[in-house]
């Protein structure tokens, strides 16, 4: 390797730093592809929405994943399927028999009160490392500042280990807008009196990442990377790409993109 | 696999539901992880206008598909080349030597009339199962919803197995205006008399599945799907997407993404 | 194959026709299924920005890009990288070492006066084949035609083999605007004087690639390909895909695409 003089990383396993990238159904090739050339890059691979069960050789692709130190999570949809239909033991069960210890509550779709949702946090982070989602899936649904807080702040006390943002596979939710532009007020509100740590932002769109490196550093946590975009984040991170070299080197341009 | 309770999903061989896939040149590695992880949710894989002659190892990655139960076709765009070319007859023994039976008659680029077109759908159709498409690839071309009806009724009854609306790989034009919405009147007009399962529509764009599946149910046929979204599609099909998930689940959450 | 009869193309090694892709990242599968798709329509594959020497596994893939006849680059960030952090020297043996004999040299994220440019391209010329960028990254920062036209001819005369119009990953910014427009009055300028020839335009959306096709031929010199549009982009150059079918098929139909 060429002998970088890059900022500071952290290195796996990982509490702050994290990538965490969204999966729609890559077979093993692909996969085997990943590993060899971005593994210490990915810290959690989410098998987005329902596609996990829906994929041919899932199993071996678990275990392809998991001997190469990648952490499995299926999407938040999955665990809401689960919880309409009365699945719930079954689905954590059939985690466990995987060896899977990460699991993803959300209510992008269903209607769970707080009460319910905290509850449910209780229950599994006694069994799971809990990511616990918050922010609508729905563009049109903004959600109050205050209840942001509110909700992630007891989410938090209830045992979850961070709190996703929503942003979905596209990047026009939850805190950003249809544009995909950032909701920096709603963010600045939620960081307040809370560390960003707690948090893995979904960021599927670069000038969304760059935002997030720009404000929070190269190891602020990030979610529902693409496959193909591990390593570009990476270079983003260690200002290794235009749009964030200026941030680690004085005296060069400050690029913005069209984007 | 994880056991679902999801709705009524027809198994292939299907003549409804059909998932219709572009590829664009994929070799044989990424063709393997589509079989492997997706063969059941793909019938028919189209090589896209004219990339097929093109690709490198065609014939090996024919073969892959065919002994895995998937059927393939060629792009219109091909079909118009030979046509102008004169060289239909070397085309068509060219399809019949690699054991494909379907064929994709269009005339996206070229000019002809439609007792033309209907002519040859009638000669084709007694060699191949025919595919014919309708709209035009020009986005500023915009045909009267009277003549899609005529195009279309007078082509099933030459012989054509199913009617394909173009989309494009891009999913601008056609039943979409350029901006990817649906022409939903011209789609009502064209049913009023005509069954939905004699048409693949192309829908290249998530928020264009989401409405074919919401107007016309699971089993509607969705054609120019991209190789990495097909599992995604499924989820649509499924009610395991949130963007589908409220026509499957009652009292969950209506979502609109941006997209 | 199937015999087409397409307009000319020059074969490899070309010096003019050529296709230079941007790779993130890819791993091996995916760089085998490239070649044996695709590795007569590609010329140069540039390592995008810094994403080279993050990759794991460099060193594997770069010996199979060599083996089977395809030219490797990395991305000018990465010459302004080393060249910031006084890593200069290392860079140009690192590649020396690796049989590299392509450099790109770029000034989109550093200051760099045109003379401290001009001699760098100068020194290297005597080692390396040195492609040289202009145009800027910042899709803000717009560079008059005369300053492009002066700094094109000088950076020829002290020894570059090409120029790259720079146009990023996105095709928003340099010879486009930050809508992806083509900025024709400039080109027309630049080309006043210099063939066309001595160009390798970044052309990453197809509209663009359309446009200098339909401009310049064939054979025009296109850069920041993606990987899974090289396929496409050859059917473009050869009249098989309907956005330039008409070019080369008199009487058929001319499509414009809303992309």
Known sequence: MFP??????TAKPRDRGLTHIIDKGLGCHAITDLIDT???YIDIVK????????????????ELLQK?????????????????????????????ERGIDLIELSDGSIHLSLEEKLSLVERYAKRFT?????????????VAPYKWVREITRTLEAGAY????EGR??????????SGEIRTGLIEEILQDLSVDKFIFEA????????????????????????????SLETLRLGLRSDTFSEFHPNSVDVTDAE
């Open 162 to 165: 961070k709190i996703i943002t």
């Open 47 to 62: 098998f987005g929405w329902g596609t996990g069960p829906l994929t041919g050789g899932l199993d071996a692709k678990i």
């Open 130 to 142: 809990v990511l616990s989602e918050v922010g609508s899936k729905d563009v049109n649904h903004v």
């Open 68 to 96: 190469n130190g990648l952490k499995i999570c299926f999407g938040g949809t999955f665990f809401e399927y689960a919880y309409v239909n009365g699945l719930l033991d079954k689905y954590t069960g059939w985690l466990e």
């Open 4 to 9: 970088l003089a890059v900022p500071e990383r």
């Open 38 to 40: 971005a593994k210490n």
């Open 169 to 178: 596979e596209s990047g026009t939710t939850g805190v950003f807008r249809g």
């Open 204 to 231: 599927p769109q670069k000038s969304q990442q760059v935002w997030f490196i720009k404000q929070f550093g190269p190891n602020v946590n990030l979610g529902n990377i693409a496959a193909s975009d591990v390593i």
